[in-house]
C-alpha cells in the first residue's frame, strides 16, 4: 500500500522533477563540464580554472565579504525574527494584522525599495538632510563602510516578516497541552521556553535558516542596483564577481567558483541535515 | 473502486503527458533550405539610369503618362522633363512654365509637385522665402502662394500638398506649422512635426486623406480631407524624421526611411515592412540621401537620391515575384552603436555579393549610450554560438574575447591588407595575441598636443603639472574646457606613468594628479564660466566617444594648451587652427593612437568566408574615401590623396565657422576654421604611420574614474580619499 501511495506521489510529481531536471540540474552538469574546460572552443584544462580561482583576489575578496555578510545577517535575522514571532504568538487575536505588515517588505518590488533607498541614503537625501537639521555631517553611505550596514539592515528588513511567518508555522505545531503541563507542573514562563518551546523548534530552526541562507543570495539584487558593478569593498560579494565575469566572457571561472560554492554549500546542508536528524532520533 | 483507480490513473497520465509536451512547444524546426525553397516573392531595388546630358534632377512625378522625371538642361538655363516608358527615357520636353518662374519671377526651383487636382506645382525661392508656383495653360508660371506679406516675403516652406479642390497644404518648419489654404483663406492649421530642415516632410494627401506626420515623429496622423476632421492617429515605431509619405489606395499608405519601405493602413490594422531598407539605398544614409519618393503604378515606387558630390541616381523599387524570400546565406554583423563606416561596408557588401542577406544590428541606437547589460546579451549569444558573424569590437572586452578564444585568427586576411595597403602599424599594434591578429580597425583617431609652448611643457609629466599650476595661479592651462573633459583627459594621458609594475595605479601618483587638476580647475575657475555658459550640470563626457578632449573649439586665449583627439581630416581643421594662433606645431600624445570601428570575426561564425569578405569592405577605398566622423582611413592610397585634397579648389573651399564666448573677457568672437597645409598634413600622416601605441579606452575604469573625480570636484571627498577610493576599486576590477 505505501509503495503504491509512494508511486502515485512520484508520478504527481513527475513534471516538477522533469522541469527541475531539464532547467536547474542538467543546466548544472553543464556548468561543471565548463569548469574543467576553457571558456570557449573547449580546450580540456583539467583542475586549472579551480587553481587559478582559488588564487584570484577578487574572488577570495568577495567570498570573505560573503561569508561575514552572511556571519553576521543570518543571525540576527533568525534571532530577531524568532523573538518578534514569540511576541506575536502572544497577542490576542486583533493582534494578528500586525503578522500581514511584516510581510509587506517582501511583496515590495525590488525597483521600488532601489528608489526609495536611493532616495534616503544619496548625497542629498533624507538621511543627510535629517542629519543636517541637527547639525550633523552627512555621508556618501553606499559608498563608504557604512554600505554593509544598510544591506545588512536591507536583508533584514526584507526578510523578517518571512522568517517571522516560518517561525510562526513551527510555535503553532507545539501542542498547548505540553504548555498547559508545565505550567500545572509549576514551570515559569522562561523555563517553559527553554525546555518547551527551543527543543520542538530545531527543525524549524534547520529550514528557517536554509531558506534565509538562500534569500540572503537575493540581497545582490539590491546592491546592485543601488551602488553598481563595483560598489564599496565591503558589499563586494560573490554575485558582483559572477557577474563581471560575465561581462568579461569569463566563464571557466564562473563555473568552477560556481561547482566549488556548490559543493561548500551541499556539504553544510548536509551536515545540518545529519545533525537534524540525530536530534530527531535523540 | 477500481474503475475509479483507473480514471485517476488516466487524468494524472494525461495531466503529466500535456504537461511535459507543452515543454516542448517550439522545439520542433523546419529546415532552413525547406523554408528558402519555400518562399519567393520581394521587393528589389534596380537601378534606372538618368537620361544622358542632362543636367541636375529637381524632382518627379508619376501621373497618367507614367514616371516623369524634371531635371534642368545641361547648361542649367532651363528646365525639361522626361518620361520613362519601356525601359526607354522620351527625348526632353521643355517645361516653359518653369523656366518663366525662373527667367520672369526670377525664382529658383526648389521642388516639384503633382496635386490631386492634377495640376503640376513648384515650390521655388527668392531671396525673401519661398513661394508655390503652379503651371498655366499658356504655358507660363503663376504665384499661387496662399500668404505673402506687403513685400512679398513669404514663410520657410518645406512640404506642400494639393488636395483634389485645389486647397494648398504647407508645412512650414521653422515653426512646426501645417496649414491648409483655400483660395488664399486660411481653413485649417495644427502643429506638425519639428522639422530637423527645410527639407522636412511633414505632409501629405490622397483623395480622401491627409496625413502629417506627428510631433513625436513615430506616428502618422489622418485628417479628412474634406473637412479636416481628425480620423486616427497610429504609432509605427519608426523614427519619421527624414522619412516619405506615400499615399496608396483604399486606406493604405506607405513610408520609407533609413530602416526600408513600409506599409500602414489609416485604421491601424496594418503596420509592416515591405522592404528591408538593409537591402536598398535608402540605407545608405552617410553618403546617399533621399531626395523624392514616390509610388508608381501597384505598388512600385521610385526613388531619387544625391550625394555630397552632387551625383545622382534613380532607383526603382518592384515586387519580383520570383526573387527568393528568404537569400540562401545570411552574413550578421553587430556593433554596439550605429557605425556610418560599417554602414558603407555594409553597403559595398552588398554590391558585391547581392544574393546574401546582410543583418547590421546594433546594442544602441542614437544618442544612447551602451551599458553592461548589452554586453552580457552578447556574451548569452556568443556563448549559445548564435552570435553575429561579424563583432565591431569598440566598447566590448576586446583583450577577453581574445584570450578566450571568441575571435578567428585573421592573420590571413591582415597580411593580404597590409600588401594592398593598409598601415601596418595599426594592424601589427591593436589586437595581435601570441603572433596572430584577432581584429583590424578600419579608423584611427589621432590624439594631439599643441599650445604655447610652456604649457605645453606642462603636459609633459604629472610633476610639470603641478608645477605649472602651482606657479600660475591666474592661468587658464587649458582652451575652451570643462572639469570633467580636463579631469578624464588628464587621467588617460597619465595612466601609463600611474600604472605600477602589478599593473595597478599609483595611489600616490593619483592623488598627485587629482590634485593638479583640482589646482587647474581653480585657476581655470571652472565653476564659474561654467555655471554661466554651460546649459546642463550634466557632463558630456559619455557622448563624446573619445579618450581625449581638453577642449571642444579653438580658444581665444594667448596661451594654452589642448589634447585633443582628431577624428577625421575635418575635424582637424579645428586643431590646425588653434595649432596656428598658438604659434607652434602640434606634436602626437605619447605615441597614441585610438583604433576605431574594430572589426573582428567571431570563431565560431558559420560564415567565415563571407565575414572576411565584409572585412574587405572595410578597407575599400569607396569605404575608407569617404569623411564619416568616425576617425581618419587607414588606408594608404586614401591619405595620399589629403595633400592634394587640401590644397585643391575644393579643399580650401570647406572651411568652419565657429562663434565662441572669450571666457575672460565675456565677449563673443567668430573663429574660421581651415584645413591645414600641404605640409601639415603630410606630416600628419607620417605622425600617423609612426604611432605605436594603440590606446582603448576601458569603460569600467573611465565610469568609476568619472564619477569619483564628479565627488571630488563637488568638494564631496578630497583628492586623497578619490585617489584611494579608484585604486580600490580599479585594483578590484583588475583582479578579477
Same mark, same amino acid.
Given at each position: 500500500? *505505501?509503495?503504491k501511495?509512494?508511486k502515485?506521489?512520484?508520478?504527481?510529481?513527475?513534471?516538477?522533477?522533469?522541469?527541475?531536471?531539464?532547467?536547474?540540474?542538467?543546466?548544472?552538469?553543464?556548468?561543471?563540464? *565548463?569548469?574543467?574546460?576553457?571558456?570557449?572552443?573547449?580546450?580540456?584544462?583539467?583542475?586549472?580554472?579551480?587553481?587559478?580561482?582559488?588564487?584570484?583576489?577578487?574572488?577570495?575578496q568577495?567570498?570573505?565579504?560573503?561569508?561575514?555578510?552572511?556571519?553576521?545577517?543570518?543571525?540576527?535575522?533568525?534571532?530577531?525574527?524568532?523573538?518578534?514571532a514569540v511576541?506575536?504568538?502572544?497577542?490576542?487575536?486583533?493582534?494578528?494584522?500586525?503578522?500581514?505588515?511584516?510581510?509587506?517588505?517582501?511583496?515590495?518590488?525590488?525597483?521600488?525599495?532601489v528608489?526609495f533607498?536611493?532616495?534616503?541614503?544619496?548625497?542629498n537625501?533624507?538621511?543627510?538632510?535629517?542629519?543636517?537639521?541637527f547639525?550633523?555631517?552627512g555621508?556618501?553611505?553606499?559608498?563608504?563602510?557604512?554600505?554593509?550596514?544598510?544591506?545588512?539592515g536591507?536583508?533584514?528588513?526584507?526578510?523578517?516578516?518571512?522568517?517571522?511567518?516560518?517561525w510562526?508555522?513551527?510555535?503553532?505545531?507545539?501542542?498547548?497541552?505540553?504548555?498547559?503541563?508545565?505550567?500545572v507542573?509549576?514551570?515559569?514562563?522562561?523555563?517553559?521556553?527553554?525546555?518547551?518551546?527551543?527543543?520542538?523548534?530545531?527543525?524549524?530552526?534547520?529550514?528557517?535558516?536554509?531558506?534565509?541562507?538562500?534569500?540572503?543570495f537575493?540581497?545582490?539584487?539590491?546592491?546592485?542596483?543601488?551602488?553598481?558593478?563595483?560598489?564599496?569593498?565591503?558589499?563586494?560579494?560573490?554575485?558582483?564577481?559572477?557577474?563581471?565575469?560575465?561581462t568579461?566572457?569569463?566563464?571557466?571561472?564562473?563555473?568552477?567558483?560556481?561547482?566549488?560554492?556548490?559543493?561548500?554549500?551541499?556539504?553544510?546542508?548536509?551536515?545540518?541535515?545529519?545533525?537534524?536528524?540525530?536530534?530527531?532520533?535523540? | 473502486?477500481?474503475?475509479?483507480?483507473?480514471?485517476?490513473?488516466?487524468?494524472?497520465?494525461?495531466?503529466?503527458?500535456?504537461?511535459?509536451?507543452?515543454?516542448?512547444?517550439?522545439?520542433?524546426?523546419?529546415s532552413q533550405?525547406?523554408?528558402a525553397?519555400?518562399?519567393?516573392?520581394?521587393?528589389?531595388?534596380?537601378?534606372?539610369?538618368?537620361p544622358?546630358?542632362?543636367?541636375?534632377?529637381?524632382?518627379?512625378?508619376?501621373? %497618367?503618362?507614367?514616371?516623369?522625371?524634371?531635371?534642368?538642361?545641361?547648361?542649367e538655363?532651363?528646365?525639361?522633363?522626361?518620361?520613362?516608358?519601356n525601359?526607354?527615357?522620351?527625348?526632353?520636353?521643355?517645361?516653359?512654365? @518653369?523656366?518663366?518662374?525662373?527667367?520672369?519671377?526670377?525664382?529658383?526651383?526648389?521642388?516639384?509637385?503633382?496635386?490631386?487636382?492634377?495640376?503640376?506645382?513648384?515650390?521655388?525661392?527668392?531671396?525673401?522665402?519661398?513661394?508655390l508656383?503652379?503651371?498655366?495653360?499658356?504655358?507660363?508660371?503663376?504665384?499661387?502662394?496662399?500668404?505673402?506679406?506687403?513685400?512679398?516675403?513669404?514663410?520657410?516652406?518645406?512640404?506642400?500638398?494639393?488636395?483634389?479642390?485645389?486647397?494648398?497644404?504647407?508645412?512650414?518648419?521653422?515653426?512646426?506649422?501645417?496649414?491648409?489654404?483655400?483660395?488664399?483663406?486660411?481653413?485649417?492649421?495644427? !502643429?506638425?512635426?519639428?522639422?530637423?530642415?527645410?527639407?522636412?516632410?511633414?505632409?501629405?494627401?490622397?483623395?480622401?486623406?491627409?496625413? @502629417?506626420?506627428?510631433?513625436?515623429?513615430?506616428?502618422?496622423?489622418?485628417y479628412?480631407?474634406?473637412?479636416?476632421?481628425?480620423?486616427?492617429? /497610429?504609432?509605427?515605431?519608426?523614427? @519619421?524624421?527624414?522619412?516619405? @509619405?506615400?499615399?496608396?489606395?483604399?486606406?493604405?499608405?506607405?513610408?520609407?526611411?533609413?530602416?526600408g519601405?513600409?506599409?500602414v493602413?489609416?485604421d491601424?490594422?496594418?503596420?509592416?515592412?515591405?522592404?528591408?531598407?538593409?537591402?536598398?539605398?535608402?540605407?545608405?544614409?552617410?553618403?546617399?540621401?533621399?531626395?523624392?519618393?514616390?509610388?508608381?503604378? !501597384?505598388?512600385?515606387?521610385?526613388?531619387?537620391?544625391?550625394?555630397?558630390?552632387?551625383?545622382?541616381?534613380?532607383m526603382?523599387y518592384?515586387?519580383? =515575384?520570383?526573387?527568393?524570400?528568404?537569400?540562401?546565406?545570411?552574413?550578421?554583423?553587430?556593433?554596439?552603436?550605429?557605425?556610418?563606416?560599417?554602414?558603407?561596408?555594409?553597403?559595398?557588401?552588398?554590391?558585391?555579393?547581392?544574393?546574401?542577406?546582410? !543583418?547590421y544590428?546594433?546594442?544602441?541606437?542614437?544618442?544612447?549610450?551602451?551599458?553592461?547589460?548589452? $554586453?552580457?546579451?552578447?556574451?548569452?549569444?556568443?556563448?549559445?554560438?548564435s552570435?553575429?558573424?561579424?563583432?565591431?569590437?569598440?566598447?566590448?572586452?576586446?583583450?577577453?574575447?581574445?584570450?578566450?578564444?571568441?575571435?578567428a585568427?585573421?592573420?590571413?586576411?591582415?597580411?593580404?591588407?597590409?600588401?594592398?595597403g593598409?598601415?601596418?602599424?595599426?594592424?601589427?599594434g591593436?589586437?595581435?595575441?601570441?603572433?596572430?591578429?584577432?581584429?583590424?580597425?578600419?579608423?584611427?583617431? /589621432?590624439?594631439?598636443?599643441?599650445?604655447?609652448?610652456?604649457?605645453?611643457?606642462a603636459?609633459? +609629466?604629472i610633476?610639470?603639472?603641478?608645477?605649472?599650476?602651482?606657479?600660475?595661479?591666474?592661468?587658464?592651462?587649458?582652451?575652451?574646457?570643462?572639469?570633467?573633459?580636463?579631469?578624464?583627459?588628464?587621467?588617460?594621458?597619465?595612466?601609463?606613468?600611474?600604472?605600477?609594475?602589478?599593473?595597478? /595605479?599609483?595611489?600616490?601618483?593619483?592623488?598627485?594628479?587629482?590634485?593638479?587638476?583640482?589646482?587647474?580647475?581653480?585657476?581655470?575657475?571652472?565653476?564659474?564660466?561654467?555655471? !554661466?555658459?554651460?546649459?546642463?550640470?550634466?557632463?558630456?563626457?559619455?557622448?563624446?566617444?573619445k579618450?581625449?578632449?581638453?577642449?571642444?573649439?579653438?580658444?581665444?586665449?594667448?596661451?594654452y594648451?589642448?589634447? $585633443?583627439?582628431?577624428?577625421?581630416?575635418?575635424?582637424?581643421?579645428?586643431v590646425?587652427?588653434?595649432?596656428?594662433?598658438?604659434?607652434?606645431?602640434?606634436?602626437?600624445?605619447?605615441?597614441?593612437?585610438?583604433?576605431?570601428? $574594430?572589426?573582428?570575426?567571431?570563431?565560431? +561564425? =558559420?560564415?567565415p568566408?563571407?565575414?572576411?569578405?565584409?572585412l574587405?569592405?572595410?578597407?575599400?577605398?569607396?569605404?575608407?574615401?569617404?569623411?564619416?566622423?568616425?576617425?581618419?582611413?587607414?588606408?594608404?592610397?586614401?591619405?595620399?590623396?589629403?595633400?592634394?585634397?587640401?590644397?585643391?579648389?575644393?579643399?580650401?573651399k570647406?572651411?568652419?565657422?565657429?562663434?565662441?564666448?572669450?571666457?575672460?573677457?565675456?565677449?563673443?568672437?567668430?573663429?574660421?576654421?581651415?584645413?591645414?597645409?600641404?605640409?601639415?598634413?603630410?606630416?600628419? /600622416?607620417?605622425?600617423?604611420k609612426?604611432?605605436?601605441?594603440?590606446?582603448?579606452?576601458?569603460?569600467?575604469?573611465?565610469?568609476?574614474?568619472?564619477?569619483?573625480?564628479?565627488?571630488?570636484?563637488?568638494?564631496?571627498?578630497?583628492?586623497? %580619499?578619490?585617489?584611494?577610493?579608484?585604486?580600490?576599486?580599479?585594483?578590484?576590477?583588475?583582479?578579477?
Open positions: 500500500m *505505501r509503495k501511495e509512494e502515485i506521489a512520484y508520478c504527481f510529481l513527475l513534471p516538477s522533477l522533469f522541469g527541475t531536471t531539464v532547467f536547474i540540474f542538467l543546466p548544472f552538469l553543464d556548468v561543471v563540464r *565548463r569548469s574543467f574546460f576553457q571558456a570557449v572552443g573547449g580546450t580540456f584544462v583539467g583542475l586549472g580554472n579551480y587553481r587559478e580561482v582559488l588564487h584570484n583576489a577578487a574572488f577570495l568577495a567570498l570573505s565579504h560573503t561569508v561575514k555578510f552572511f556571519g553576521i545577517c543570518l543571525p540576527i535575522l533568525l534571532t530577531v525574527s524568532f523573538g518578534m511576541g506575536i504568538l502572544q497577542l490576542p487575536g486583533p493582534g494578528k494584522w500586525i503578522e500581514s505588515l511584516f510581510l509587506l517588505p517582501m511583496a515590495l518590488p525590488v525597483a521600488s525599495i528608489v533607498w536611493k532616495l534616503l541614503f544619496h548625497d537625501g533624507g538621511i543627510n538632510q535629517l542629519l543636517s537639521w547639525g550633523l555631517k555621508s556618501d553611505w553606499m559608498n563608504t563602510g557604512a554600505a554593509f550596514g544598510v544591506l545588512v536591507t536583508y533584514i528588513w526584507k526578510n523578517l516578516g518571512y522568517d517571522m511567518i516560518l510562526l508555522t513551527g510555535l503553532a505545531a507545539i501542542s498547548g497541552e505540553q504548555y498547559e503541563a508545565a505550567k507542573s509549576g514551570a515559569n514562563r522562561f523555563q517553559i521556553f527553554v525546555y518547551i518551546t527551543l527543543p520542538q523548534m530545531k527543525t524549524c530552526a534547520v529550514m528557517t535558516g536554509i531558506l534565509s541562507f538562500i534569500n540572503a537575493r540581497v545582490f539584487r539590491e546592491a546592485y542596483l543601488i551602488a553598481g558593478e563595483y560598489p564599496h569593498n565591503s558589499i563586494y560579494m560573490l554575485q558582483h564577481l559572477f557577474y563581471n565575469w560575465f568579461k566572457l569569463d566563464i571557466q571561472k564562473m563555473s568552477a567558483a560556481a561547482v566549488m560554492l556548490a559543493a561548500g554549500i551541499s556539504i553544510l546542508f548536509l551536515l545540518l541535515e545529519w545533525w537534524n536528524e540525530k536530534e530527531e532520533r535523540q | 473502486m477500481k474503475e475509479r483507480k483507473i480514471w485517476k490513473r488516466a487524468a494524472v497520465f494525461m495531466l503529466s503527458s500535456g504537461l511535459i509536451a507543452g515543454m516542448f512547444t517550439g522545439c520542433g524546426r523546419r533550405e525547406e523554408k525553397l519555400q518562399a519567393k516573392g520581394r521587393f528589389v531595388e534596380s537601378e534606372i539610369a538618368l544622358e546630358g542632362t543636367g541636375r534632377p529637381l524632382g518627379m512625378e508619376y501621373g %497618367e503618362e507614367g514616371l516623369r522625371l524634371y531635371t534642368s538642361s545641361a547648361d538655363q532651363y528646365y525639361q522633363s522626361y518620361i520613362y516608358e525601359d526607354m527615357w522620351s527625348a526632353p520636353r521643355e517645361e516653359k512654365w @518653369l523656366t518663366d518662374g525662373k527667367e520672369r519671377l526670377g525664382m529658383n526651383l526648389v521642388d516639384i509637385y503633382l496635386g490631386r487636382d492634377g495640376k503640376n506645382y513648384a515650390t521655388a525661392e527668392t531671396g525673401q522665402g519661398i513661394h508656383l503652379t503651371a498655366e495653360e499658356d504655358g507660363t508660371a503663376r504665384d499661387v502662394t496662399p500668404f505673402k506679406e506687403a513685400d512679398q516675403e513669404t514663410a520657410d516652406i518645406s512640404d506642400v500638398t494639393v488636395l483634389r479642390d485645389g486647397t494648398i497644404g504647407i508645412g512650414e518648419y521653422r515653426n512646426a506649422m501645417v496649414e491648409f489654404y483655400k483660395a488664399g483663406e486660411l481653413v485649417f492649421s495644427t !502643429e506638425g512635426i519639428q522639422a530637423g530642415s527645410e527639407e522636412q516632410i511633414m505632409l501629405e494627401a490622397s483623395d480622401k486623406t491627409i496625413a @502629417l506626420v506627428g510631433q513625436d515623429t513615430t506616428s502618422i496622423e489622418f479628412s480631407a474634406a473637412d479636416f476632421a481628425k480620423k486616427n492617429t /497610429i504609432s509605427t515605431g519608426q523614427n @519619421l524624421q527624414d522619412c516619405f @509619405l506615400v499615399p496608396g489606395e483604399g486606406g493604405v499608405w506607405y513610408f520609407v526611411n533609413a530602416k519601405i513600409h506599409r493602413t489609416e491601424g490594422s496594418i503596420s509592416e515592412m515591405i522592404m528591408d531598407g538593409i537591402n536598398g539605398m535608402m540605407n545608405n544614409e552617410v553618403t546617399w540621401f533621399l531626395r523624392r519618393f514616390i509610388m508608381g503604378s !501597384e505598388e512600385e515606387f521610385y526613388g531619387l537620391y544625391s550625394n555630397a558630390d552632387q551625383d545622382w541616381k534613380l526603382k518592384a515586387f519580383d =515575384k520570383e526573387a527568393a524570400a528568404f537569400r540562401e546565406e545570411t552574413l550578421r554583423i553587430f556593433s554596439m552603436k550605429e557605425s556610418s563606416t560599417v554602414t558603407l561596408a555594409v553597403n559595398e557588401f552588398k554590391r558585391r555579393y547581392p544574393d546574401v542577406q546582410v !543583418e544590428n546594433t546594442a544602441v541606437t542614437g544618442e544612447e549610450t551602451p551599458t553592461a547589460d548589452h $554586453i552580457r546579451t552578447l556574451n548569452a549569444e556568443l556563448l549559445g554560438g552570435g553575429a558573424d561579424v563583432l565591431i569590437l569598440d566598447g566590448l572586452p576586446m583583450e577577453s574575447y581574445m584570450e578566450k578564444g571568441v575571435l585568427d585573421l592573420s590571413g586576411l591582415a597580411k593580404g591588407l597590409e600588401q594592398s593598409v598601415l601596418s602599424n595599426v594592424i601589427e591593436t589586437a595581435q595575441k601570441d603572433g596572430k591578429i584577432y581584429a583590424i580597425p578600419a579608423r584611427v583617431n /589621432i590624439p594631439v598636443l599643441f599650445g604655447t609652448q610652456n604649457e605645453k611643457n603636459c609633459e +609629466s610633476d610639470s603639472l603641478h608645477a605649472y599650476a602651482q606657479e600660475n595661479p591666474d592661468k587658464r592651462l587649458f582652451g575652451v574646457t570643462s572639469h570633467d573633459l580636463t579631469g578624464m583627459t588628464l587621467f588617460h594621458m597619465f595612466y601609463e606613468e600611474m600604472k605600477t609594475e602589478e599593473g595597478t /595605479i599609483s595611489e600616490e601618483k593619483l592623488s598627485s594628479l587629482i590634485s593638479a587638476w583640482m589646482q587647474i580647475s581653480k585657476n581655470g575657475d571652472f565653476q564659474k564660466y561654467e555655471k !554661466e555658459y554651460f546649459e546642463s550640470e550634466e557632463s558630456i563626457w559619455p557622448l563624446l566617444d579618450s581625449f578632449c581638453t577642449s571642444q573649439t579653438v580658444p581665444e586665449e594667448d596661451t594648451a589642448d589634447v $585633443i583627439e582628431m577624428e577625421g581630416l575635418m575635424a582637424s581643421q579645428m590646425y587652427t588653434g595649432a596656428k594662433k598658438a604659434g607652434n606645431q602640434l606634436q602626437d600624445l605619447k605615441g597614441y593612437y585610438v583604433p576605431k570601428v $574594430i572589426a573582428g570575426v567571431n570563431a565560431s +561564425s =558559420k560564415q568566408k563571407l565575414s572576411n569578405a565584409f574587405e569592405c572595410l578597407f575599400t577605398e569607396t569605404v575608407q574615401q569617404t569623411e564619416a566622423w568616425e576617425g581618419f582611413p587607414v588606408l594608404n592610397s586614401v591619405l595620399e590623396t589629403y595633400p592634394d585634397y587640401v590644397e585643391s579648389k575644393e579643399g580650401q570647406h572651411t568652419m565657422q565657429y562663434s565662441g564666448i572669450n571666457y575672460v573677457t565675456g565677449e563673443r568672437y567668430e573663429e574660421t576654421m581651415t584645413y591645414p597645409t600641404r605640409e601639415e598634413t603630410e606630416a600628419l /600622416i607620417a605622425m600617423l609612426g604611432l605605436k601605441s594603440p590606446f582603448i579606452q576601458d569603460r569600467i575604469i573611465s565610469d568609476t574614474v568619472q564619477k569619483e573625480l564628479e565627488k571630488c570636484y563637488t568638494k564631496k571627498q578630497s583628492p586623497e %580619499e578619490t585617489a584611494k577610493v579608484i585604486c580600490r576599486k580599479i585594483d578590484t576590477y583588475l583582479a578579477e
